[in-house]
């Protein structure tokens, strides 16, 4: 920093930037006018062109604030130019002239033929402008805002749609308006304004509605986000301080991201909530807000539908004829919850005096009508809608009245304790009632969790705001680029019992656990319920922040019994209706929080809390009263469009009180009978399955025996639930399956190799399960000693054969296989094969098993099963390259070996179902290369002459031959084409040589050469080729 100058209300000086490895040296000019602790304009050197100051900026107000006395301080420039004689002017504006010349002549120049004229409008007024000598008392003063700047950003972010950049960039914008609220500076709301106009006039808005589709996520984050801000813009307008956080913004956006809050409408009601805000200033908003929610584009307050939740002004109690009406309203923008807004006010004196005194209580004698303004204790009471008046107690915490908020929130807080009490009343009235039925109702219209004002947050954030630790080195960031989580400390509640030991803090986690207890109606539309778990994560990230200590532990432990007492109005009670939310993230963190102090209520909470009445094929509660409801909340599954991830949660929960129940064998059975009774999901139940053996098998330490159980009776559940239907993974499934009931001993294998048929199909049970069992590596893992091997393999085998029997087709070599080693099985198995090839099995599965057979050295079974195989077989003239001719030519081969009784018994069988020519002269010609009966069958006797074509049995095979290739030829020539004539002549040499094996050999082919000429000559170019080639 050098040269810097205060100049009257004007500060100036050079910022040097250093040099980077890729930039060199940097020097900026830069000039800051101020007025009344407020920075009224700025200019930089280096061309900034974003909303915020830059570094320079910045760097020079830092270096004012830090060194005032490294700063040279002069009178404004009129003051200065007032002590010079004429002489000294004129030197002066020469100087200046001289020093600038090039962009200041011309103004010089124009100026001073304007003074010289008598007549101009420079001489009409007395006096000069001074832009050092600041603003006149009377003239409005703010912080420095580049509002065309702004626009061009705003714009340039949108345009850049879903990129990660530009969401984050919008963001910090929102949070900056935040700040410029807190600090009560009128450009939060000029801001603010400008980031709406553009998102109305985003080009996607008209597009979205066009083609009937919903924002994207990011979209929608900004949209909900522009609407919390906008709510709290007309809080105070005029109040500044010293140190604005624009001049410390660039040093903290690279340190603190902004956390995005979707709770949609907020900021717009805690705008018009503004107790400070003047009837004209309410009108002006009042009229922008319709005038945006009019348009067409204008998106939805649950972004599919627009009459479902009720009017933010309708009381905490409300008539059934006030409910029906509310049920016919016109579509609802993002804009409507602040226009109804307006008609709320800050006049109420019992308000007034809640947010203005601690010690304000009961009087001694109340009038009428002042019971229910007051608890049992005194304690002053706030009846209102719940969001209604969680967003005043918003707008006084977004505008810099943390006291007032705190005070509301704490009546608001006595408010719902009450009305729990009650509830608690009512439904030990109805209990016995309600069980008989097994049906309950749903009272609470709007969910608190999830809700467009976000109620139980804003309660949560005003009490443990007045409870944190503040931390010198706050903006330290740790390595991983997280901040520090946030340390909190018991303030007691103003004006509470002392023996209490009552906090703001406990407060706190007791209205959060209120609200995501309250048993609610699934929203309708997939934004509204995406909405209610992202609420409910949000909630529950900030419960865990909270070091539970006596007091909080005290504090849920009551909350948890209460809300399983709750009834109707719990999601945690004994009832609920088949649509209503379902608690498994919630119960998870009770559960966790809980388990080290209370070990049985957590495991009660938790078990609770895994039922998901929406799968129930039979519902678990109807609406029966009241009666309007029926409506409202219409069965309307599978709408539920965040199903999916509500399992998964269910799942955590489970796999939390597996874990935590390891080594606990009644604790794990009824953990275990949850799961089977409420998740419906085989893939969910799996991962359980998975989870447990995982947990139960550590590798450093012996398993686990109870959990390894619990992970075999969840996968056998497993396996009945798939064996009927199409899963992608059962494959895996099975294989674990058999894994862990190694792990878990023999007896486990025999009892599934027992039941195979209830678990298993007969393919996956005779190639997975048997085999498995039956393996080297199974034997060696258990350790067996004979008569549990002996055990094993006798149930294996048993397998084997009722599978062959039940699915001969896919079964047969496994049971084959199987059955080795004991010749009474075997034999049994070769016999379904047998009974099962005329009828149910295909050549290639009697050929495989045929091979099978010779290479376990029988080969006249062998030849038996192939000569079945045969049977089914039948090759065209034209499949030369078909897949079963391998097969053939070894069936033949195998004839051949084991002697001429059976080769003459299986040509007859080729020359039926064998029709292509080069494939029966390729058998013809290694039947007469060797001698039959090389196999060497005992008993047996080998000529060991080799056998001539023109005898039985390879006469008849050389006739097939040769009919094969006449028939293939004029085939062939019927739709021969000139680019295949060499192929052709081709294959009329090989039939030449399958014609000269037959004594007058060479006269039929003669003869056959002759009849195609004759047939055939208007092939002229062929018959050619073929005189060339055969004369």
């Known amino acids: 920093m050098q040269g810097a100058v205060k100049l ?134 703010c912080w420095h805002l580049d509002e065309e700047q702004v626009r061009e950003q705003v714009k340039l972010f949108l345009s850049q749609g879903g990129y990660y950049g530009s969401g984050k960039q919008l963001n910090s914008m929102f949070a900056k308006v935040r700040e410029m609220l807190r600090m009560r500076d009128s450009n939060g709301a000029r801001m603010l304004t400008l ?70 409408g907020a900021l717009w009601v805690c705008v018009v909530l503004n107790p400070h805000c003047t009837l004209e200033e309410k009108g002006c908003w009042l009229w922008q807000l319709r005038k945006w929610g009019d348009l067409d584009v204008c998106p939805l307050e649950d972004g599919n539908y627009g009459n479902e939740l009720p009017n933010i002004t309708s009381a905490l109690t409300q008539s059934s004829n006030h409910r029906q009406s509310s049920l016919a309203r016109p579509r609802r923008t993002v804009f409507t919850r602040a226009i109804e807004g307006c008609d709320l006010h800050w006049q109420d004196s019992h308000l007034q005096r809640i947010i203005s005194s601690d010690f304000y209580i009961s009087p001694t004698y109340q009038r009428e009508g ?20 969680c967003a005043r107690v918003d707008a006084l915490r977004s505008h810099g009245y943390p006291k007032e908020a705190l005070r509301l929130t704490v009546a608001i807080i006595n408010t719902l304790r009450l009305q729990q009490q009650r509830q608690l009343e009512i439904y030990k009235h109805q209990k016995k009632e309600l069980l008989q039925r097994g049906a309950t109702t749903i009272t609470n219209l709007e969910s608190w969790v999830g809700h467009p004002l976000n109620p139980i947050g804003c309660l949560f954030l005003t009490l443990t705001e007045a409870c944190r630790v503040e931390d010198e080195n706050c903006l330290e960031i740790s390595d991983i680029g997280d901040a520090k989580p946030p340390v909190y400390q018991h303030v007691p509640v103003a004006n509470s019992c002392p023996e209490s030991g009552e906090s703001y803090l406990s407060l706190a986690l007791e209205v959060a656990l209120m609200g995501m207890g309250q048993q609610r109606v699934m929203p309708e539309g997939l934004y509204a319920q995406d909405k209610v778990w992202r609420n409910e994560e949000q909630i529950i990230t900030r419960l865990q922040e909270l070091e539970l200590d006596a007091v909080l532990v005290q504090t849920l432990r009551k909350q948890s019994i209460l809300l399983l007492e709750g009834g109707p109005f719990s999601g945690l009670g004994e009832l609920i209706h088949r649509e209503s939310v379902p ?85 794990l059975r009824t953990v275990l009978e949850a799961i089977q009774k409420n998740i419906h999901s085989s893939s969910l139940i799996f991962k359980l399955a998975q989870d447990a053996f995982k947990i139960a098998t550590p590798a450093d330490n012996n398993s686990d025996t109870t959990l390894l159980n619990v992970a075999l009776e969840l996968g056998l559940q497993v396996m009945r639930m798939t064996l009927s239907t199409l899963n992608w993974r059962r494959r895996e499934m099975v294989r674990w399956l058999v894994t862990c009931a190694t792990e878990v001993g023999v007896r486990a294998l025999v009892s599934i190799l027992q039941s195979w048929y209830t678990l298993f199909t007969p393919t996956e049970a005779t190639s997975i399960v048997a085999a498995t069992v039956m393996s080297h590596t199974t034997i060696l893992r258990l350790s067996l000693d004979y008569p549990q091997r002996e055990e094993l393999a006798s149930c294996a085998r048993t397998l084997a054969l009722q599978c062959a029997m039940k699915d001969p087709q896919n079964c047969a070599l496994s049971a084959l296989t199987l059955c080795e080693k004991d010749h009474i099985a075997f034999e049994t198995a070769y016999q379904i094969v047998i009974d099962a090839a005329s009828t149910g099995m295909t050549y290639s599965q009697l050929f495989t098993i045929a091979r099978y057979m010779e290479h376990r050295g029988y080969p006249l079974r062998a030849f038996k099963l192939a000569s079945l195989a045969m049977t089914h077989l039948n090759l065209a003239y034209n499949q030369d390259t078909h897949p079963a001719i391998n097969d053939v030519l070894w069936a033949c081969a195998l004839s051949h070996s084991l002697g001429k009784n059976e080769l003459a018994a299986i040509i007859p069988l080729v020359v039926k179902s064998v029709h292509c020519a080069t494939v029966l002269s390729d058998i013809l010609r290694r039947c007469t290369m060797t001698a039959p009966g090389l196999a060497g069958i005992p008993g047996r006797r080998n000529s060991g002459k080799l056998m001539s074509t023109d005898k039985a049995p390879l006469r008849q095979l050389l006739d097939a031959t040769i009919s094969a290739y006449i028939n293939t030829t004029h085939s062939r020539l019927t739709h021969i084409s000139p680019r295949h004539y060499g192929e052709f002549i081709e294959f009329l040499s090989k039939a030449r040589e399958t014609f000269l094996l037959a004594q007058d050999g060479h006269i039929q082919f003669a003869q056959f050469i002759d009849n195609l000429k004759q047939i055939y000559k208007g092939k002229k170019k062929l018959m050619l080729l073929v005189r060339e080639r055969f004369g």
Not at 371 to 386: A, D, R, T, Y
Request: charged share 20%; proline share 6%.
């Open 8 to 141: 009257g209300f004007h500060l100036s000086g050079t910022v040097t930037e250093s040099a980077t490895a890729t930039e060199p040296e940097m020097t900026y000019k830069v000039a800051i006018s101020f007025d009344r602790c407020k920075i009224t304009s700025v200019t930089c050197g280096c061309g900034n062109k974003d909303i915020f100051y830059c570094a320079h900026v910045v760097a020079l107000s830092l270096y004012r604030i830090r060194k005032p006395d490294q700063v040279k301080l002069r009178l404004p420039i009129s003051e200065t130019l007032f002590q010079m004689n004429r002489d000294q002017l004129q030197k002066f504006v020469q100087y200046l002239i001289t020093a600038h010349h090039t962009e200041v002549l011309p103004t010089a120049q124009k100026l001073a033929d304007e003074i010289l004229s008598s007549n101009s409008e420079i001489n009409q007024v007395h006096g000069a402008p001074d832009p050092t000598a600041g603003a006149s008392i009377d003239d409005e003063n």
């Open 370 to 389: 002042e019971g229910l303004l007051f608890n049992s204790q005194g304690q002053p009471l706030w009846l209102e809608h719940v969001p209604t008046a």
């Open 583 to 667: 608690m498994h993230t919630f119960a998870k963190y009770l559960f966790s929080a809980l388990l080290p102090h209370d070990a049985d209520l957590a495991y009660k909470l938790a078990l609770r809390s895994m039922r998901l009445p929406v799968l129930e094929t039979t519902p678990s509660g109807d609406v029966t009263h009241p009666h309007h409801i029926v409506s409202v909340v219409p069965s309307r599954y599978p709408r539920w469009f965040t199903l999916g991830h509500l399992e998964s949660q269910q799942c955590e929960l489970a796999s939390t009180m597996l874990t935590a129940a390891k080594g606990d064998m009644l604790r």
């Open 195 to 264: 980031i709406t106009e553009q998102f109305m006039a985003d080009p996607r808005l008209a597009l979205w509605r066009q083609q009937g589709t919903g924002m994207t996520d990011k979209c929608r984050q900004l949209w909900d986000e522009l609407d919390i801000l906008q709510i709290v813009i007309l809080s105070y307008i005029g109040v500044s301080r010293q140190f604005h956080p624009l001049l410390w913004l660039p040093c903290l956006l690279g340190l603190c991201g902004t956390w995005l809050q979707s709770v949609a």
